[in-house]
Each structure stands twice: as C-alpha cells, then as structure tokens.
C-alpha cells in the first residue's frame, strides 16, 4: 500500500519557521523526483517547491523563492521544506507529492500564520 504521511505544521506567527517533514512508503523513494504543493480553501492546488531524484536541481514558486528550501533524505525515505519569514499568505494545507504519481496523495499538514 502506498501511503504519504506529512506533518510538522502548525500554528506561527508571521516572520517565524517551520519545517514540513513528508515520509513515503509503498514505493522506491529514491527513484522519484518529489514535490510540495499547498492548498488554501477555496483556491486550486498550487506547486511550491519541486526537486530532482538526488537532489542536485530545485525550483521554487516565485511567491516562496528565497524563503523556502525543499530538500530530501532518500536513506529515510523523507521529503522536507524548510519554510522560513513565514507570511499569512502562506496559510494552506501543505501535501507532498512524487513526480508521475498524480493520484498519490497524503493526508496534508496544515500551515496556519497569524498574529
């Protein structure tokens, strides 16, 4: 059974950080490129963060460039996003996701910034 566990949301402040952690299990790990996408009520599903199988090539979302880094551990089977200068804008339920897997999905980890 395939199954993607995400977490380490939760509630900041703006200016504050947090780190998403995203565990794979039910398929090879290593042999897929990984992705984040957020999604906020109402709005579509949007890419964040995208990086390669070995982790030598990322790309950003303009809206998170300089803010987030996507990075991964395939000995641990684990995607990561760094998420630093957090803003209420990116309040969304954050979901890993592997290239060419487009009906793979976890449950999401929800990322809430407010004063």
């Known amino acids: 059974q395939v199954q993607l566990v995400e977490s380490g949301g939760g509630l900041v402040q703006p200016g504050g950080s947090l780190r998403l952690s995203c565990v794979a299990s039910g398929f090879t790990f290593r042999y897929y490129a990984w992705s984040w996408y957020r999604q906020a009520p109402g709005k579509e599903r949007e890419l964040v963060a995208a990086?390669?199988?070995?982790?030598?090539?990322?790309n950003y979302a303009d809206s998170v460039k300089g803010r987030f880094t996507i990075s991964r551990d395939n000995a641990k089977n684990t995607l990561y996003l760094q998420m630093n200068s957090l803003k209420p804008e990116d309040t969304a339920v954050y979901y890993c996701n592997a290239r060419g897997r487009p009906d793979t999905w976890g449950q999401g980890t929800q990322v809430t910034v407010s004063s």
């Open positions: 990086i390669t199988t070995a982790g030598g090539i990322t």
